[in-house]
């Protein structure tokens, strides 16, 4: 059932079916009586949304007088809940995160393609936000990951990923497990600072071997990895640079470092529903959020990476976003499909 369903059991879809009939018996464009001046969207809930609100949401609202609805759930149960309800869709815009939003790419049938004539902000995106999703889909911010670290326990402070096989933080390390994230970014990594690449994993596997007894804990979710730092357990650790700078930022000696070999990275896409009965206001709100002002607003605020190359971060946000020229460009299309051997032998190589 469509979500968009009035309390006598109608569907709108129905309704609407009736309004376009009548409309072209009126002389009305259909178009006109078939869309609504909704937006529904999944977002991440907590400051990652008040800051979405505040620097998206709320000036695009003000600017059309149209709403935009978020709704807190995780790509992947978005991704399949769209598979399923692909007829009637439960969200007008997917936001998707890495690997989700490659699988995502590659599903017929469910999302419109995202051409610069119908987004026209998406020119401005480095080509990693655009280019790599093969202009289905549009990224909106990047969080990266790279060394957490004891600033007090780990000196010199790092400045590579080899610094993880040092040993003198033996014992101290920590990196996340499957459940934690960052797993398949690590191994791939790990291959190409070893002289593989993201087709050939085998030394990545190879070098976190040597390592795995050094590691205090593959930690299964975020909290987990920054109470481990909290406690003075970890001294070093793969991990994303925002859980970092909250310790910082509480007084400890904790700070993150991008590594010269460039840091990995997590980012959200905009997916517009093909079946959506908003898609032209969908267009309008990516493209919306795709420009200059909203990418500003947001990556400074909550400090994460803008994906708009115009966009200037100021502040704390200019010294702890990595720039463009610091990332590391995995193409998860040749990542996606191996990432079921990925997690087997992680789990059977290192964990088990």
């Known amino acids: 059932m469509s979500r968009r369903t009035y309390k006598n059991g ?12 009548g409309a072209a018996v009126l002389g009305f464009p259909a178009i006109v009586r078939a869309q609504n001046k909704e937006v529904v969207i999944n977002v991440p809930g907590g400051i990652y949304e008040q800051n979405f609100r505040a620097h998206v949401t709320d000036p695009f609202e003000a600017k059309t007088g149209k709403k935009i609805i978020l709704r807190y759930k995780p790509a992947s149960e978005v991704l399949t809940n769209m598979m399923v309800q692909k007829d009637a869709p439960e969200y007008d815009i997917a936001y998707l995160s890495y690997p989700v939003a490659m699988k995502a790419i590659r599903t017929e049938g469910i999302f419109e393609e995202m051409p610069v004539s119908k987004v026209p902000n998406a020119k401005d995106l480095d080509p990693i936000f655009y280019d790599l999703y093969e202009q289905k889909a549009a990224g909106f911010n990047f969080a990266p990951y790279g060394l957490g670290y004891n600033s007090e326990k780990v000196s010199p402070a790092p400045t590579s990923w080899q610094d993880l096989w040092r040993e003198d933080v033996a014992g101290h390390i920590t990196l996340p497990d499957i459940s934690g994230g ?49 406690r003075g357990e970890a001294w070093i650790g793969g991990i994303a640079s925002s859980r ?38 969908a267009f309008e709100f990516c493209n919306f959020a795709l420009g200059k002002e909203p990418q500003e607003g947001f990556a400074n605020g909550i400090e994460f990476g803008p994906c708009n190359v115009k966009a200037e971060l100021k502040g704390r946000a200019k010294e702890r976003v990595p720039a463009f020229s610091q990332l590391m460009r995995l193409d998860w299309r040749k990542i996606e499909p191996q990432m079921n051997a990925i997690s087997e032998r992680w789990q059977r190589e290192i964990v088990g």
Do not use: C
């Not at 191994?187 to 030394?203: H, S």
């Open 10 to 21: 109608v569907s709108r879809r129905s309704v609407l079916a009736g309004a376009a009939a």
């Open 182 to 230: 960052w797993v398949f970014e690590t191994v791939a990594l790990a291959a190409i600072i070893n002289g593989g690449d993201i087709e050939n994993l085998d030394p990545g596997f190879e070098a976190i071997k040597k390592i795995k007894n050094g590691v205090h804990r593959f930690y299964k979710s975020s909290p987990e990895s920054v109470q481990l730092f909290e």
């Open 244 to 281: 970092m700078y909250t310790l910082k930022d509480q007084g400890l000696p904790i700070d993150w470092v991008a590594p010269k070999e460039g840091a990995p990275i997590g980012v959200l896409s905009f997916h517009i529903a093909k079946n959506s009965p908003n898609k032209d206001l």
